[in-house]
């Protein structure tokens, strides 16, 4: 009788910083008879955070979906690792890429540690396997999650539930992390360990794109902001150069503000309230009286 060996996997090999992870090329969709993206091109490079912002339903989801494979384009291609992203299996696919969805539900009495350890799955016929319990506790570690490590998910809160699907993600080990949303139900502090961890995954040579509705995040975190407006991206660069007043204030339909921080000199971005005139119906009354809301504070700087 022949015994048969459990079948491997092949442990990627790390890109060198620079190389291209991920790339979306002319990629359309369309969800519900609406084009929701038109001919987008994007990159994901090792050694660079990519910032996906734009108002609500720009496309910037579904970008990210594309690029996990949740979504197939009706036309152009994703490619991970310079092949097409359906040219690889799934475990494949998993030990390149990590995903952070908008959404995560746990609904069975699962611990932390339990879901966290998930994120270990596709390294399980791999060499790699020897390090799931290191990379279980530094996940948890990162994530200011270890002191819940026997806490059942569901009894959590939302913020302490997002910080246990990041921490699944981390597990995973992959160099480049696609995230939607990280940040959306976290107090400040946690918002900024987020992203602190990505900038540090990032300059050990990983990769990231991230969703996120606050700009300032992205002026802060981001190597590259790509700003996407009805299905198209209209600029993509360092934030410097593409989070303009004017750039933002067409595409968000609201007077945008970019100041320098008077003692760091690092990128702020705020709404303009003195400049926004919001629509009123006949007969109602001022927002804020006569005069309007007052002016905010303001820094010299470059614009």
């Known amino acids: 009788m022949i015994a048969l060996r459990p079948r491997t996997t092949a442990v990627p090999e790390r890109r060198p910083v620079g190389a291209t992870l991920a790339e979306a090329r002319q990629v359309r969709v369309t969800l519900g008879g609406t084009r ?10 090792a050694g660079e955070v990519v910032a996906l912002v734009g108002p609500n339903g720009a496309g910037k989801s579904t970008l990210l979906g594309a690029l996990t494979g949740d979504l197939t384009p009706e036309s152009g291609a994703v490619l991970v690792d ?13 030990l390149r890429r990590a995903v ?8 069975f009495p699962f611990t932390v540690t339990d879901v966290v350890q998930m994120g270990r799955a596709p390294w ?41 699907a990041l921490a699944r993600v981390l597990a995973q080990a992959t160099q480049l992390v696609l995230l939607d949303e990280p940040t959306a139900a976290l107090d400040v502090r946690h918002q900024e360990l987020v992203l602190s961890i990505v900038r540090r995954r990032v300059a050990n040579g990983d990769g990231a794109v991230v969703v996120l509705h606050d700009l300032g995040l992205a002026a802060a975190y981001a190597d590259r902001v790509a700003i996407l407006a009805d299905g198209h991206i209209v600029a993509d660069g360092p934030p410097a150069t593409v989070l303009t ?12 503000d970019v100041i320098r921080h008077p003692g ?6 705020l709404p303009d309230r003195a400049g926004f005139a919001a629509p009123a119906g006949p007969g109602a009354p001022p ?11 303001t820094a010299e ?3």
Do not use: C, F, N
């Not at 200011?144 to 009894?155: G, K, T």
């Not at 959590?156 to 997002?162: I, K, T």
């Not at 007043?245 to 945008?256: D, G, R, S």
């Not at 760091?264 to 971005?269: D, F, N, P, W």
């Open 82 to 94: 310079d092949q097409p992203l359906t040219s690889w299996t799934p475990t494949e696919l998993a």
């Open 100 to 107: 952070l969805p908008q959404q995560v539900t746990v609904t």
């Open 264 to 269: 760091t000199g690092a990128l702020l971005v």
């Open 245 to 256: 007043p004017e750039l933002l204030t067409a595409v968000y339909q609201y007077p945008i």
């Open 124 to 164: 399980a016929r791999t060499a790699a396997s020897s390090l799931d319990d290191i990379a279980v506790r530094a996940a948890l570690d990162d994530a200011d999650i270890a002191h819940l490590a026997e806490r059942h998910v569901p009894s959590l809160s939302g913020g302490e539930r997002a910080r246990v």
């Open 287 to 297: 927002l804020a009286g006569p005069a309007g809301p007052p002016a905010p504070r």
């Open 301 to 303: 700087g470059p614009r």
């Open 36 to 45: 929701v993206l038109d001919g987008v091109d994007l990159q994901a490079r």
